[in-house]
């Protein structure tokens, strides 16, 4: 379900669906739809009171809408910022000297400044943990002389290596500066190191930026780095480090530029020298569903060529990946699977399996900005079993997770968290319900009217209408139970009453703020069924809660034999 704040569960007021118009409609369409409805709901077309008291809150409704959407200035505004920017007495978009376009230019002017405002009290914390796991004595048998040194209890021995902990919190400063304090630990095999990093950013217009970067740790490290637009394609980065050794100061520079070789490419060029030597080349393409990279290194110490590419499958939320490197000093083939499993957590699995590393299977979860990786040694050389192993088990791992703990759990919180907003929504719900059926009561006139008009012309009939969860399903039952359900709703008077010159047109946004409608379902997905006569043939369809609609349509006729 998509995150909304619970108190704005249900829609505001959509004044384009009050009056079944497009966003992009003219002055005339608004008027001629306003005028429609009016013919409707008019208090002064009804003598009964009762009926009157329904007419007049209906009627005051699409008055309201009319008025907002035929005043340029004040349609402007809610196209912005919707019906609060109406009720903001003495803000400054509602100037009348501006045009539409300046008030919508002042919005995001006023907007920006806001952002700016959040943006002063914001600390934006990232976190790893990295848990090295040593579980190589699974797979691995040692044959040693000195039985004190070899393991004879019957389970193997799995330890933990090492463990390297970080965490760094952004603080922006102004609108162009950000302090960034990041802490690091790290232990292997018993001994320890940390460093603790200050930088400070600042953007340089909209050309680039400098950092100033101070690092304590393994010795004192000072860092200068700028980002700077070349050309209106080129950019580079340039990087100046000072380390303070025992043998005195080192320098090293570090120089990359970059630049776009079509739409999804770029390539880079980088130059290390002094600490580290090497010249480096690399190409990257991103696409919707896919990213690749490759890289050359030639260094003095080491020397690789790698490849990757990420198969992206958006619809699961699924992003596979491969992974090639051969190096003068390590080669790695490695694959994995990252899978999202809810809008803040990501899970994600790899095999590694490489010289001289042997296979190595890594666990990562993500969870918002903090990442927990474990990556569990199980083979000191790249052997097949232990490959497969680390291949099969945490596709099966996941999928028994899957079925038994998150998808009951995720299918637990939707139903509470509907519940929870259907309560919160309660006397909200109840209202729009009883000004529905108000307004079905007083459309029955014209529905009869209409579908008088209708029949006489061969033209367009609404058999049936039904508006809901499942509301096909339901339609297509044997049994006429639909008017006792709660989550599907009869909508057939007032979709006959929007039929004109035996057409039906419904724009693209939700149906529930449609005259006679109303939301059923609240925070569930809703379907539109509609079966109807038109020249005597039947026809039916069921369209999205937002799609767009336009009958009749050929497409729709149903062929009976």
């Known amino acids: 379900m998509s995150s909304k704040n619970e108190e704005n569960l249900i829609e505001e007021n959509n004044y384009y669906a009050c009056l079944n118009i497009s966003k992009e409609a003219t002055l005339e369409d608004i008027t001629s739809a306003y005028r429609r409805l009016s013919r409707l709901y008019h208090p002064d077309k009804h003598t009964d009171n009762e009926q009157k008291r329904k007419a007049d809150l209906l009627f005051n409704k699409i008055k309201k809408a009319y008025e907002v959407l035929s005043d340029p200035h004040r349609r402007a505004i809610y196209d912005t910022v919707g019906i609060k920017g109406l009720k903001t007495d003495g803000w400054e978009i509602v100037q009348r000297t501006k045009t539409p376009q300046e008030i919508r230019d002042e919005y995001e002017r006023l907007a920006s400044e806001e952002n700016q405002r959040r943006l002063q009290a914001r600390t934006n914390a990232k976190g790893n943990i990295t848990v090295n796991i040593n579980a190589t004595d699974i797979f691995t048998t040692y044959d040693s002389e000195y039985d004190d040194y070899v393991n004879s209890s019957f389970f193997p021995n799995i330890e933990t290596s090492g463990m390297s902990i970080s965490q760094s919190i952004e603080a922006p400063l102004t609108s162009r500066d950000?302090?960034?304090?990041?802490?690091?630990?790290?232990?292997?095999?018993?001994?320890?190191?940390?460093?603790?990093?200050?930088?400070?950013?600042?953007?340089?217009m909209t050309n680039g930026w400098i950092e100033g970067e101070l690092a304590a740790g393994n010795g004192p490290i000072a860092t200068v780095k700028l980002?700077?637009?070349?050309?209106?394609?080129?950019?580079?980065?340039?990087?100046?480090?000072?380390?303070?050794?025992?043998?005195g100061i080192r320098i090293g520079f570090i120089t990359s530029v970059g630049m776009p070789l079509d739409v999804h490419t770029q390539g880079f060029l980088t130059w290390n020298i002094g600490l580290i030597s090497a010249m480096t080349t690399t190409i990257v393409r991103n696409t919707d569903k896919s990213h690749s990279g490759f890289v050359v290194s030639l260094g003095i110490s080491s020397s690789f060529i790698s490849m990757n590419h990420t198969w992206k499958i958006n619809k699961e939320d699924l992003k596979l990946r491969i992974y090639c490197k051969v190096g003068t000093v390590n080669s790695v083939m490695e694959c994995s699977a990252e899978k999202k499993v809810s809008e803040q957590s990501s899970l994600s699995a790899a095999v590694s399996i490489g010289v001289p590393s042997g296979v190595i299977l890594k666990i990562k979860i993500i969870r918002a900005h903090q990442t927990y990786l474990f990556p569990i040694h199980l083979c000191e050389e790249p052997r097949l079993i232990p490959s497969v192993y680390a291949t099969v088990t945490p596709f099966i791992v996941w999928f028994a997770i899957k079925k038994l703990i998150v998808e009951p759990f995720m299918k637990e919180q939707k139903e509470k968290q509907i519940e929870k907003q259907k309560i919160i929504?309660?006397?909200?719900?109840?209202?729009?319900?009883?000004?529905?059926?108000?307004a079905v009561d007083l459309m029955r006139a014209a529905y009869e009217r209409i579908q008088r008009e209708e029949e006489g012309r061969n033209g367009l009939i609404i058999l049936k209408a039904l508006y809901g969860k499942d509301a096909d399903t339901v339609a297509k039952s044997t049994t006429n139970t639909f008017i006792q359900l709660s989550d599907v709703i009869d909508v057939t008077v007032p979709l006959q009453c929007l039929v004109k010159d035996s057409q039906l047109i419904l724009h693209n946004m939700s149906k529930s703020q449609l005259s006679g409608f109303y939301d059923p379902c609240v925070g569930e997905d809703k379907l539109l069924f509609i079966q109807y006569l038109y020249h005597s043939h039947l026809f039916e369809t069921t369209i999205n809660d937002k799609e767009n609609l336009r009958i009749p349509k050929q497409s729709h006729r149903i062929n009976i034999t």
């Open 425 to 438: 929504n309660k006397k909200k719900m109840e209202e729009n319900k009883q000004e529905a059926k108000a």
């Open 178 to 204: 950000t302090l960034t304090l990041n802490g690091n630990l790290v232990t292997q095999n018993g001994t320890g190191s940390g460093s603790f990093i200050v930088s400070c950013k600042r953007l340089l």
């Open 227 to 247: 980002f700077r637009t070349i050309t209106k394609t080129i950019f580079g980065n340039f990087a100046t480090q000072f380390k303070l050794t025992s043998s």
